[in-house]
DNA sequence: ATGTTACATGTTGTCGACAATCATGTTGCA
DNA sequence: TGCAACATGATTGTCGACAACATGTAACAT
């Protein structure tokens, strides 16, 4: 019968995911300015959904700590202090370190995978580097820091970790960040390959240490970014 | 005018803060059962709230990792496996000694102020074991873990931490823990005092290690505990 | 007896509406 | 002119209703 036409596997994807994955976007690329105000029924008619997937969303940005909610008042897009900066990267590092750990104990084939992923997601560092879009160059930075968490293979890290990477892309796309030059960038990143294959714990721990301490004060340095142009356009309906 | 009668801060919690807290403490007491399906409707009318804020607070746990939610299916609260508790014990491992690093790295004050919170957590702990009930022990047990985390200072491992404490306490409230003595526990905790006074990072970073591996084996040995007793009381509804 | 279809029931996903609360601007009065 | 009280408008919190979906049961055909 049906033999010949095989279909897809078909995925549906609920409203609120819908919806949160658009705000996500938004927030993090800075589209959506800190401390800017959402109005539900706004966002509701724009995205041509109703109220309550809308606030089923909101429920799990706040967890996610990218909105902030305040009884009977609108969530906001969270603000960043140069504490919560100082914080983030804080425990990145905890997060990082730990993972290279348990890589180098589970062996030398695990640095090897491991390794071979982050000399792929190093391709795509370069690629976007000569890109040239700050945001996609953020992106592909934090994915390369992602992809050792994962090797680390503990999902619940990983999780943790990726509230930490939306978080450490809304600060980016915020601040004019002072970026090291695009070929300073690589050999940092290259430098954290070479100590991870040394298979020495206390060596990778270091230079992970120092690579996000570079990064966040590259960070705590940056001015805000002026962004007239893509002013929020998901919210002003007054 | 209102000299006299002074009021109290007066605080409002929303219907979803209460129902998220509630069913919290159903959770990870054990009374709802791993694999145990809610019903909206039911928990909602039990609750004698509308199924809204029930709908909220699922969204909550679910990033909490204390419930499991599937499209058009009824979230089911989790059922942990032995990976699981692997990773649980194992992301602690990663947090415990980032904190404990931080705080001896932050000078002999702050380890004198962090040992005075982990004494206090110590004279709590004695308490539950003096009174017996076996998870008032194990939230005495986290709690003098989490004041370490918290002593840290980053609010964003102390949340990270949060959610794998429930998750633990979920786990001992279901398997029945082979405890080691009360003795033996209280020893365990002061050896880990001890080892932070030493300053040294090295130090209390294997302690913490043999610390949580230990509590890991007693727990991931433990039987299935059977309760037939208290029986799920918001779901039968059918 | 077995497998399939159609139906019936219950549950979730989404929506619009109402009540409670908050923010704002205006009026009245000292 | 300044402050307080009020009125007004908008926004959130909560609710009940309906549609879409999933599951279990009965009828039917093979």
Redesign the pocket.
């Known amino acids: 019968m049906d033999a010949e036409l095989r279909l897809s596997p078909l995925e ?1 994807t ?3 995911d ?1 919806v949160c994955t658009e705000l996500r976007r938004l927030i993090v690329t800075g589209t959506l300015a800190p401390g800017q ?6 966002v ?1 008619q724009q995205l ?9 969303a ?1 429920q799990r940005l706040v967890t996610e700590r990218l909105l902030l ?7 906001t897009v969270k603000e960043f202090t140069d504490a919560d900066i100082q914080e983030i990267y804080d425990a990145r590092i905890a997060i990082e370190t730990h993972a290279a750990r348990r890589i180098i104990d589970a062996g030398a084939a695990a640095v090897t995978r491991t390794t071979e992923r982050l000399e792929s997601a190093l391709t795509e560092l370069r690629t976007q580097l000569d890109e040239g879009d700050r945001l996609a160059v953020a992106r592909a930075d934090l994915a390369f820091h992602q992809a050792l968490v994962e090797c680390g293979g503990n999902s619940r890290l990983v999780a943790a970790y990726e509230l930490l990477s939306a978080e450490t892309v809304t600060c980016m796309a915020w601040l004019e960040n002072v970026k090291p030059s695009g070929d300073e960038l690589m050999q940092d990143h290259r430098d954290f390959v070479d100590a991870l294959q040394t298979h020495d714990p206390d060596q990778i721990t270091s230079v992970i240490s120092a690579h996000l301490s570079l990064a966040e004060s590259n960070l705590a340095a940056s001015t805000p970014a002026e962004r007239a142009s893509r002013q929020s356009a998901v919210v002003p ?2």
Chains 1, 2 share one sequence.
């Open positions: 549906f609920s409203t609120t819908r105000a959402l109005n539900e029924k706004s509701a041509g959904v109703s109220r309550s997937p809308v606030r089923e909101f909610a305040e009884r009977n008042k609108s969530v309906q007054r």
